[in-house]
């Protein structure tokens, strides 16, 4: 059975799939499919409930609810794929490297990642923020290069067993060179483990990026972003329930969806692999 | 043992002289002049700009700053904020204990609520039981904390008005704010103590137990659960990290005083050396709190010293 295949009968990462398929979906036509602009002000109509009207109702600047939701779908969508592509970029070679060559480097690098390890969960990114100054951009990047120690490790760790395989050793005695063995033997063993990570990480990446703008270190106003929309409807919770209500089910629709699909990505993969 | 910690100790110091140089690297790295950026706002004569490069020292030779900011941090000083120009050491003394008292709540909640979720998950494998549990444990990790935070202060403080919704102070403060930031450790801890569970159940010892005629209750709690803890403690000192840093965010949806607020305010005001300094600080301890978690865990579990 192929890959879809055994995807399509996996129960958890078809409703991932699903879901992940309808947020995608709403990125891409959001400027279609908006009633509104998302950012236009009309304060006479602020603070509206959901109605016909104002589907999921308006903000404290009059703004449509609906249309910020939609438009923010395309933001953490893009925002969580370039910080994982960056990640990814990054880290995969660092530790395909250090596994396959050992030695002083792989000591070195080991190192490296220990300290930066050090510096547990979204303290990181906040370091790299504080470096970088605020904004979109570079939260997307901050992200991405905290998550870089994770990846270099994961990696290393597969090319350091997939090593030690006899048809490894056989292709070198047959006269293999370096970089033909990392490319036909070692890489087809890192795959795995990496596609189910960087799935998962996906969801990682969109929580981060959208906890910063939400303490004001990301995206600036008027951007449609559902971090910095939580934080504005913060102040309104009393009055408009909805201008919070509606960007927070879309951050955890997201993440879930990326959680079933990882998990489910695992299951088909590599059954060994477990939590 | 003894040379075991001992070892485990000295591995600790080289990470430790890593952290002080990546914090310290931090003011280089920054694109263009940090004074600049850290004076931005107010003034841009040249007299002002010397006078804060020497006050900050960023005038002498880099390796002097270095060893002047590695022994000042060994000494407990860690430079002067340059917004409220106090001593950077005590401004962390200031709102360390909140947000210990905070990490601390919410590691009850956790493992409180984490242990006993993934045992029932596990005890009724399969069932309707196991499969809520997971579910719920799968919502958890999906949870943006932010926005549970924001959902239990609509219901519990605008709603049924018994909690206050923000500020700090006493237990009642506590309460949101240290179920919200448990929640997803919680999850995690559900999810592992399932898995844990499930395997110590297979094992021999626990089938001997059974067939010596053991009550049910016995063998769960004297002979599996036991054992089944043992990962769990080993991501005790990971998740109290992940508590710590998670600190940040709840720590402004609930206003409530500590290292996290004071380091989002740092970055916001340009604050380098009160970033530096609470960036410094939380990875030392988290680095020291699992050392402990580990030297500990060598104690309980001989396998691990001999291994």
Same mark, same amino acid.
């Given at each position: 059975?192929? #890959?879809?295949?055994?995807?399509?009968?996996h129960?958890g %990462?078809?409703?991932?799939?699903?879901?992940?398929?309808?947020? %995608?979906?709403?990125?891409?036509?959001?400027p279609?499919?908006?009633?509104?602009?998302?950012i236009?002000?009309?304060?006479?109509?602020?603070l509206?409930?959901?109605?016909s009207?104002?589907? #999921?109702g308006?903000?404290?600047?009059?703004?449509?609810v609906?249309?910020?939701?939609?438009?923010?779908?395309?933001?953490?969508?893009?925002?969580?794929?370039?910080s994982v592509?960056?990640?990814?970029? *990054?880290?995969?070679?660092?530790?395909?490297?250090a596994?396959?060559y050992?030695?002083?480097?792989?000591g070195?690098?080991m190192?490296?990642?220990?300290? #930066?390890? %050090?510096?547990?969960?979204?303290l990181l990114?906040?370091?790299?923020?504080?470096?970088l100054s605020?904004? #979109?951009?570079?939260?997307?990047?901050?992200?991405?290069l905290?998550a870089?120690?994770a990846?270099?490790? *994961?990696?290393?760790?597969s090319v350091?067993?997939?090593?030690?395989?006899?048809?490894?050793?056989a292709?070198?005695?047959?006269?293999?060179?370096?970089?033909s063995?990392l490319?036909r033997?070692?890489?087809?063993?890192?795959v795995?483990?990496?596609?189910?990570t960087?799935?998962?990480?996906?969801g990682t990446?969109?929580?981060?990026s959208?906890? *910063?703008?939400?303490?004001?270190?990301?995206?600036?106003?008027?951007?449609?972003?559902?971090?910095?929309?939580l934080?504005?409807g913060?102040d309104?919770l009393?009055?408009a329930?909805?201008?919070s209500?509606?960007p927070?089910l879309?951050i955890?629709?997201?993440?879930?969806?990326m959680n079933l699909?990882?998990?489910?990505?695992?299951?088909?993969l590599?059954p060994?692999l477990?939590? | 043992?003894l040379?075991?910690s001992?070892?485990?100790?000295l591995a600790v110091?080289?990470?430790?002289?890593?952290?002080t140089l990546a914090?310290?690297?931090m003011l280089?790295?920054?694109?263009?002049?940090?004074?600049?950026?850290?004076?931005?706002?107010f003034?841009?004569n040249?007299d002002?700009?010397?006078?804060?490069?020497a006050?900050l020292?960023l005038d002498e030779?880099i390796?002097?700053?270095?060893?002047?900011?590695?022994?000042?941090?060994?000494?407990?000083?860690l430079?002067?904020?340059i917004?409220?120009?106090?001593?950077?050491?005590?401004?962390?003394?200031?709102?360390?204990?909140s947000?210990?008292?905070l990490?601390l709540a919410?590691?009850?909640v956790?493992?409180?609520?984490?242990?006993?979720?993934?045992?029932?998950a596990?005890?009724?494998?399969s069932s309707?039981?196991?499969v809520?549990?997971?579910?719920?444990?799968?919502?958890?990790?999906s949870?943006?904390s932010?926005?549970?935070?924001?959902?239990?202060?609509f219901?519990?403080?605008?709603?049924?008005?018994?909690?206050?919704?923000?500020?700090?102070?006493?237990?009642r403060?506590l309460?949101?704010?240290?179920?919200?930031?448990?929640m997803?450790?919680?999850?995690?801890?559900?999810?592992?103590t399932?898995?844990?569970?499930?395997e110590v159940l297979?094992?021999d010892?626990?089938?001997t137990a059974?067939?010596?005629?053991?009550?049910?209750?016995?063998?769960?709690?004297r002979?599996?659960?036991?054992?089944?803890l043992?990962?769990?403690?080993?991501?005790?000192?990971?998740?109290?990290?992940n508590?710590l840093?998670?600190?940040?965010i709840?720590e402004?949806?609930?206003?409530?005083p500590?290292?996290?607020?004071?380091?989002?305010g740092g970055?916001?005001?340009k604050?380098f050396?009160l970033?530096?300094?609470?960036?410094?600080?939380?990875a030392?301890a988290?680095?020291?709190?699992?050392l402990l978690v580990?030297?500990?865990?060598?104690?309980?579990?001989?396998?691990?010293?001999?291994?």
């Amino acid at each position: 059975m192929d #890959l879809a295949q055994r995807l399509a009968r996996h129960r958890g %990462a078809l409703v991932g799939l699903v879901i992940l398929g309808g947020l %995608a979906l709403m990125a891409v036509t959001a400027p279609w499919l908006s009633p509104r602009d998302p950012i236009r002000t009309a304060p006479r109509a602020a603070l509206q409930p959901p109605g016909s009207t104002y589907w #999921l109702g308006s903000d404290q600047l009059g703004r449509d609810v609906a249309s910020r939701v939609l438009h923010g779908a395309r933001i953490s969508l893009t925002v969580g794929l370039i910080s994982v592509t960056i990640a990814v970029a *990054l880290g995969a070679p660092i530790g395909l490297v250090a596994g396959f060559y050992g030695g002083r480097l792989d000591g070195f690098v080991m190192r490296v990642l220990d300290v #930066l390890l %050090a510096f547990p969960g979204i303290l990181l990114a906040l370091a790299i923020v504080s470096v970088l100054s605020p904004g #979109l951009t570079n939260v997307m990047i901050a992200v991405g290069l905290s998550a870089v120690p994770a990846y270099a490790r *994961l990696v290393r760790g597969s090319v350091l067993s997939a090593r030690e395989n006899l048809y490894v050793e056989a292709a070198r005695a047959l006269g293999s060179r370096d970089p033909s063995i990392l490319a036909r033997y070692i890489l087809p063993n890192v795959v795995a483990p990496l596609v189910v990570t960087a799935t998962l990480g996906l969801g990682t990446a969109i929580l981060a990026s959208a906890a *910063l703008s939400f303490l004001g270190l990301g995206s600036q106003p008027p951007q449609a972003e559902w971090g910095r929309m939580l934080a504005e409807g913060r102040d309104y919770l009393r009055e408009a329930w909805w201008i919070s209500t509606f960007p927070g089910l879309g951050i955890m629709l997201t993440v879930l969806g990326m959680n079933l699909l990882g998990d489910g990505l695992r299951d088909v993969l590599d059954p060994r692999l477990k939590v | 043992m003894l040379t075991w910690s001992a070892r485990r100790i000295l591995a600790v110091v080289p990470v430790l002289f890593g952290v002080t140089l990546a914090v310290f690297s931090m003011l280089f790295l920054v694109p263009g002049d940090p004074v600049k950026i850290m004076l931005a706002e107010f003034v841009t004569n040249p007299d002002q700009v010397a006078q804060m490069r020497a006050q900050l020292h960023l005038d002498e030779p880099i390796l002097q700053q270095y060893a002047r900011f590695v022994t000042g941090a060994v000494r407990g000083d860690l430079g002067t904020s340059i917004r409220s120009r106090r001593p950077v050491t005590t401004e962390i003394g200031e709102n360390l204990a909140s947000t210990a008292q905070l990490a601390l709540a919410a590691m009850v909640v956790a493992v409180g609520l984490g242990v006993p979720l993934g045992l029932v998950a596990a005890l009724s494998r399969s069932s309707w039981l196991d499969v809520a549990s997971m579910a719920a444990a799968l919502l958890g990790v999906s949870m943006p904390s932010f926005w549970l935070g924001l959902l239990l202060i609509f219901v519990f403080s605008l709603h049924l008005a018994w909690f206050p919704a923000t500020g700090g102070g006493d237990l009642r403060h506590l309460v949101l704010p240290a179920i919200t930031l448990g929640m997803i450790a919680a999850a995690i801890i559900a999810r592992l103590t399932r898995s844990s569970m499930l395997e110590v159940l297979g094992q021999d010892y626990v089938r001997t137990a059974r067939a010596k005629g053991l009550g049910g209750f016995s063998v769960v709690v004297r002979h599996a659960l036991k054992n089944a803890l043992i990962p769990i403690i080993t991501i005790f000192g990971l998740q109290f990290g992940n508590l710590l840093a998670g600190a940040v965010i709840v720590e402004t949806v609930f206003s409530r005083p500590g290292l996290g607020r004071l380091i989002v305010g740092g970055i916001l005001n340009k604050d380098f050396p009160l970033v530096q300094g609470v960036v410094l600080f939380v990875a030392t301890a988290y680095v020291l709190i699992n050392l402990l978690v580990d030297v500990a865990y060598a104690y309980a579990d001989p396998r691990i010293r001999f291994g």
